[in-house]
């Protein structure tokens, strides 16, 4: 069963950090582009960050220079590292598989919330 499990979220203040974490069982992460998603109440899913077979990275504007993705192939693990946190960073946290390549079901995500 192929499934993505993501985790690492919490409540932290403004200006704070998180590092989310997607463990992946069933599915090889390294060979796929994989991404970080979000979607704040009311607002539709958006990808923060993705990270191509080949490690190259992109990111959305709201979050450049200020989030990193990256991928640890023995672990078969991609991580978000999130600092300079603001309220509107405020999301459920989630990762797929990026580009063109089929998606996997949606996990559960992780809930970030950024409030003082």
């Known amino acids: 069963q192929v499934q993505l499990v993501e985790s690492g979220g919490g409540l932290v203040q403004p200006g704070g950090s998180l590092r989310l974490s997607c463990a992946g069982s069933g599915i090889i992460v390294s060979i796929y582009a994989m991404g970080w998603y979000r979607q704040a109440p009311g607002k539709q899913r958006e990808l923060v960050a993705d990270?191509?077979?080949?490690?190259?990275?992109n990111y959305a504007d709201s979050v450049k220079g200020r989030f990193t993705i990256s991928r640890n192939n023995a672990k078969n693990t991609v991580y978000l590292q999130m600092n300079s946190l603001k309220p509107e960073d405020t999301a459920v946290y989630y990762c797929?598989?990026?580009?063109?390549?089929?998606?996997?079901?949606w996990g559960q995500g992780t809930q970030v919330t950024v409030s003082s």
């Open positions: 797929n598989v990026a580009g063109i390549a089929p998606k996997v079901s």
């Open positions: 990270i191509t077979s080949i490690g190259s990275t």
